[in-house]
């Protein structure tokens, strides 16, 4: 005897039903709509600490494009179904076409189209089925076919003849289906094989001797699956030859509420999967349980949400449910009740919870003891270790470390564990697993010990885990050789050095040995002095922060030593001829390349950087912006002495410049900080010079300009500059400091230190 | 007494009589004690459709379906019921049609003002009676609302924000208790099943007296909003228009329907702030432009096509009255207008006529 369940994927209703009906039966086997290449994940639904939502992740070990995620909660029939199977101590048997032969498929037709070149066609991955359900919906007259299946059988408890009714209902369906000329009534070969398949599976079953056959499918397959002497066994063979196979893998993931809303494995979309959560463990006080949880999410939200409104709510929403003839309310009534209730009418307010009501953020839990591949171990391990795991366990966008007073969070690289968080953080991002977004701290944080961190665990992440295994068995091997293959395929310096951040980020000391030699070979024939300026900074900062990360640091030092003297060579020509916006982006890569060199505080260096830049600073074809930065930073380096720096203001603001050349000089001159101008009365005056014998029109054209420079500077300092155009005082009065009692005994004492602090000994 | 076909505006319950009958007639599930009708046959009566027997209900609210349910739903328990919205989006009408299909009668009513005092929401005194007899519950004078908890019927509040708040708190213990105190005799008036209050208010008046938050907990509350498309809006007025123009006894062939599509499309176009099909901007005047403003235009300017035209309503009939419905600011309103005129009207075809009659009235 055969006995089909034609179910709703994640249905509660229909689950209920099932459960119901399946208990009644006592079949002595059980067969479930699954793919047969996962029956080895079945007897895992029998652990109690596997917790849904979870999913089937079924891939090809050769190829991770092709994965599928069957995810399954607690209210899926198929769930219950297998549950009550391995309670009844009873064979259960996935029956559906298994996924081998269509990955072999997929890859088939893959070859057919592929084109060199040519990005790879994105393939569908789903089993879709066409919505049947929502075509009677709409017979029946509702838009949403989910509602006309809550209203139609759901709703309604334990009652088995649905399952009969449904059964009806497809056939009628799959008849119109036939009678267009379709096979079966089946929409395409895919599914006709499906379906083959599946019958043969039952046939299997009967051969074995099993009397009393239960099958759990999706509505849409009951029809053909129920009456198997309409179907020819030599015909569903002839369907199912020469099918190649591939070989496949498979695992249980965790799965989450939101996912499961948005994308499931099934064409059946579950909307409100809190919701039907709630109808499923607790259907009595859904109403009840619903609303109460809606007031408090509204509380939260600093709005009015009394014992008393969830009193009067739930009455609403019952009363809406008699009024449309409905044995409880739907997430409609519900929905509707509470804006009525709530949020005084406005639906807007209600969006404020809404996700949280209907989609809910349970995520659900695989326990360690199911197989896992090598790398997925090592990353438990790992996050169990450096303590991550809480992160791991929510859905929610959260700040690594945040509490209280500290909403940002933060982690110290002088702790051990925080480094070792910060380690696993940047190897994932190196694997594309980006669990961890790094955030800038606050604005007054400039310490480099400080990382601050945004996560957000996705559980599609466990696929790409899976695939991070072909780099290696753990998650540092596999970065290093990710790395290492990357070193490879990548050919110019920016990306290199790049790389070279990450990597020291992430320490992985194996791939910086080949990343440097890389680096060398490209910084050889580099011939873009811009590309070198680029690497420069971030190659500096790795060398003195490298300690803390342990870090090859000579053979980087080696790289900087060449690279500094090519850059000095190539400046001037580099300088030379550049339009407006690409002299403003050389100026910015010319500031941060002149404080990594006086940070690395090399002589040698220097002498030539400095060189290099008076060469620009007079070069006439170069931009006013450039020269105004090269003077600045000479002067700065009293490599230019005041007098100097007078006649060199002089002559680039003189008339003889155009106005706005002059104002670029100007604003090069003046980047960063305008002490200069307060504090060398000169220059002041050579500026306020400059601006009174400009004409209305020039001054109007020199304006903007003008605004862009002096807006930089910092609020006291433009006020400070405001005072002396005011009151026209070029010499501010220092006040004499009245004569001071020094007692020389005393001040001989503190000198040594001072001398010291002030590195005047050396 | 005057006759019925005197009535300037029936009752809903006298106008639509024909209608309750039936529905009671056909309406075969449970009611809530003390209704004339069930909730479903509650929601059929406003939302229109045709009985089993043949009758025709008509539509008395274009718009959705799940509003009218919540309302009825919330009568139905015994929170009260407070409509909200910008004026002219039918809530009075609607209130009204509620109490008539409920109770079959629309007539208890409070009309909320800015000088209320206490009196008009619970009783008064007939002096003559209190000073020969003394304090009796004769000398009491009820007021609708007390009426309506004497019989179980449903009252309406109207323009409840408009009320001064100590007076509005009068209404706290009439919901959540549902009993009316008279402390001068000691005794109280206790409801009975099917007592309820529908008030409306807007929410677009400046200086209303916002309700208390205790207030406001013992309503449910239900957000009318305008029509949602050009074709509801116009269906809104064309039907309303032939039943005023029934009733006013102006001989009229159809109601115009090129003429109220325009009129409906300058209201939208207005109140949105941009054109109907999205491509210009423009600014909206400080009126607010409802259909029930809509409705009063084209009958009032049906009664000029009727009394000094030829009959059949054109752009001069309307002219005044958009003018009017729009221009509530003499400044501000009429550059808005004028604006629109100039780079909308203008420019679409057939609206000339429109245009012209409509420039010489400013």
Request: hydrophobic share 40%; aromatic share 8%; charged share 25%.
């Amino acid at each position: 005897m055969i006995t089909v369940f034609g179910i709703r994927h994640h249905g509660p209703g229909s689950a209920k039903s099932m459960l119901k009906a399946i208990q009644a039966l006592e079949p002595d086997i059980l067969l479930v709509e699954g793919p047969a290449d996962a029956q080895a994940m079945i007897p895992f639904i029998g652990n109690p600490k596997l917790k849904p939502p979870v999913s089937i992740l079924l891939y090809n070990p050769k190829n991770f494009d092709q994965a599928v995620y069957l995810p399954f909660a607690e209210f899926s029939p198929e769930w219950q179904a297998i549950k009550y199977g391995l309670k009844a101590n009873i064979p259960i048997e996935f029956m559906d076409l298994p996924y081998s032969t269509q990955f072999a498929l997929d890859e088939q037709n893959q070859t057919d189209l592929e084109l060199p070149f040519q990005p790879k066609p994105k393939k569908k991955k789903k089993r879709g089925i066409k919505d049947p359900l929502g075509f009677m919906a709409k017979l029946a007259g509702y838009t949403d076919s989910e509602r006309w299946w809550e209203v139609t059988f759901e709703q309604h408890e334990n009652q088995q003849e649905i399952f009969d009714a449904i059964l009806e209902m497809m056939t009628a369906l799959r008849q119109d289906a036939a009678a267009n000329g379709k096979e079966n009534g089946a929409d395409d070969i895919e599914e006709l094989r499906r379906e083959a398949y599946m019958r043969k599976c039952i046939r299997n079953a009967e051969k074995k001797g099993f009397q009393n056959i239960a099958i759990v499918c999706g509505a849409w397959h009951a029809p053909v699956l129920t009456d198997m002497n309409r179907f020819k066994a030599s015909r569903d063979n002839a369907i199912l030859k020469g099918m190649k196979k591939v070989n496949t893998k498979s695992t249980w993931v965790p799965w989450t509420y939101d996912r499961l809303a948005f994308q499931s494995g099934y064409g059946a979309g579950v909307t409100s999967p809190a919701w039907y959560d709630l109808l499923f463990s607790n259907r009595k006080n859904a109403t009840i349980r619903w609303m109460t949880k809606a007031a408090r999410l509204f509380r939260k939200e600093d709005m009015d949400a009394s014992a008393a409104h969830i009193i009067e709510a739930v009455r609403l929403a019952n009363t809406l449910a008699t009024l449309r003839g409905l044995p409880i309310p739907g997430i409609e009534e519900m929905k509707e009740s509470a804006v009525s209730i709530y949020c005084e009418g406005y639906e807007e307010q209600l969006s404020i919870v809404i996700d949280k009501l209907i989609i809910g953020d349970v995520i659900g839990k695989v326990p360690p003891e199911i197989p896992l591949v090598p790398i997925q171990a090592d990353l438990e391990k790992t996050i169990k270790s450096c303590r991550l795991s809480k992160y791991k366990d929510t859905t929610e966008d959260v700040w690594l470390k945040a509490n209280a007073t500290n909403k940002r969070g933060g982690i110290d690289l002088r702790e051990e564990k925080d480094l070792m968080k910060s380690h696993l953080l940047h190897r994932l991002n190196i694997l594309q697993i980006r669990w961890g977004r790094q955030m800038k701290g606050s604005q007054f944080d400039t310490g480099s010990f400080k990382e601050y961190w945004k996560l957000k665990w996705r559980p599609d992440f466990a696929i790409k885990i899976i695939e991070a295994g072909m780099w290696g068995n753990t998650v540092k091997e596999a970065a290093t050789s990710f790395v290492i293959k990357s070193t490879h395929d990548l050919s110019t310096l920016p990306e290199l050095t790049q790389l070279v951040e990450r990597v020291i980020n992430a320490d992985l000391p194996e791939a910086m040995g080949l990343l440097i030699t890389k680096l060398q070979n490209i910084a050889a024939i580099t011939k873009d002095v811009q590309h070198l300026m680029d690497a420069i900074p971030p190659l500096v900062n790795a060398v003195r922060y490298g300690s803390t990360r342990q870090v090859n640091i000579p053979a980087l030092q080696m790289l900087i030593d060449q690279m500094i003297p090519r850059v000095c060579i190539g400046l001037p020509g580099a300088c030379s001829s550049l339009n407006e916006s690409a002299a403003e982006s050389m100026f910015e890569k010319l500031v941060a390349t002149n404080r990594a060199i006086n940070l690395m505080s090399n002589p040698e260096h220097q002498v030539q950087w400095f060189n290099c830049l008076s060469i620009t600073a007079e070069s006439s074809l170069v931009n006013g912006i450039l020269k105004g930065a090269c003077s600045r930073i000479l002067f700065d380096q009293s490599l230019l002495s005041k007098e100097e720096m007078i006649s060199k203001m002089h002559f680039s603001l003189s008339v003889g410049n155009k106005r706005i050349d002059a104002a670029f000089w100007l604003q090069g001159f003046l980047h960063g900080s305008a002490l200069l101008l307060i504090h060398n009365p000169a220059l002041w005056n050579i500026l306020d010079g400059w601006i009174q014998q400009m004409d209305w029109l020039d001054f109007k054209e020199t304006l903007p300009l003008l605004r862009r420079t002096f807006a930089d500077f910092s609020a006291p300092e433009r006020q400070k500059m405001m005072e002396l155009v005011k009151h026209k005082n070029l010499n501010p009065t220092v006040t004499k400091p009245a004569a001071l009692l020094v007692e020389n005994t005393r001040t001989k004492k503190i000198e040594p230190t001072l001398r010291m602090l002030l590195g005047l000994d050396s | 007494m005057a006759k019925k076909n005197d009535i300037l505006r029936p009752h809903a319950e006298d106008l639509y009589a024909h209608e309750l009958k039936a529905l009671k007639k056909a309406d075969d599930k449970p009611k809530p004690t003390n209704w004339v009708l069930s909730p479903w046959a509650v929601v059929t009566y406003l939302l229109g459709g045709k009985l089993k027997d043949g009758t025709e209900i008509e539509t008395k609210y274009f718009g959705s379906k799940r509003l009218i349910e919540i309302a009825v739903a919330t009568l139905a328990t015994d929170r009260a019921l407070l409509l909200l919205g910008i004026p002219g989006t039918a809530k009075t009408w609607v209130s009204e049609h509620l109490a008539a299909a409920i109770s079959g009668r629309s007539t208890l009513l409070v009309q909320g003002t800015a000088g209320m005092n206490e009196e008009a929401l619970r009783y008064g005194w007939n002096y003559a009676h209190l000073l020969s007899k003394g304090p009796s519950p004769e000398a009491i004078v009820s007021s609708p609302i007390m009426s309506a908890m004497e019989n179980g019927n449903i009252a309406r509040v109207e323009e409840l924000t408009r009320i001064p708040s100590d007076v509005q708190d009068t209404l706290i213990t009439i919901l959540s208790e549902k009993i009316l105190p008279v402390p001068e005799l000691n005794m109280e008036i206790q409801a009975k099943r099917g007592f309820n209050i529908i008030a409306t208010a807007n929410d677009r008046d400046k200086g209303v007296n916002e309700l208390s938050s205790a207030l406001r907990r013992r309503f449910n509350t239900v957000v009318l909003p305008l029509p949602k498309s050009l074709e509801e809006e116009v269906k809104i007025v064309q039907t309303r228009v032939e039943k005023i123009g029934q009733r006013l006894e102006l001989p009229m062939e159809n109601a115009p329907v090129k003429e109220i599509q325009r009129l409906v499309t300058i209201f939208r176009e207005l109140r949105s702030g941009k054109t109907s099909d999205g491509k210009t901007k423009l600014k909206s005047p400080s009126s607010t432009l409802s259909t029930a403003e809509a409705i009063s235009v084209i009958s009032s300017g049906q009664s000029l096509a009727v009394h000094f035209g030829n009959g059949t309503i054109s752009a001069d009939d309307l002219a005044a009255g958009i003018t009017g419905a729009i221009v509530k600011d003499p400044l501000q309103d009429k550059n808005v207008w004028l604006e629109y005129l100039e780079t909308v009207v203008k420019e679409r075809k057939d609206w000339e006529d429109l245009y012209k009659a409509c420039k010489e009235m400013l």
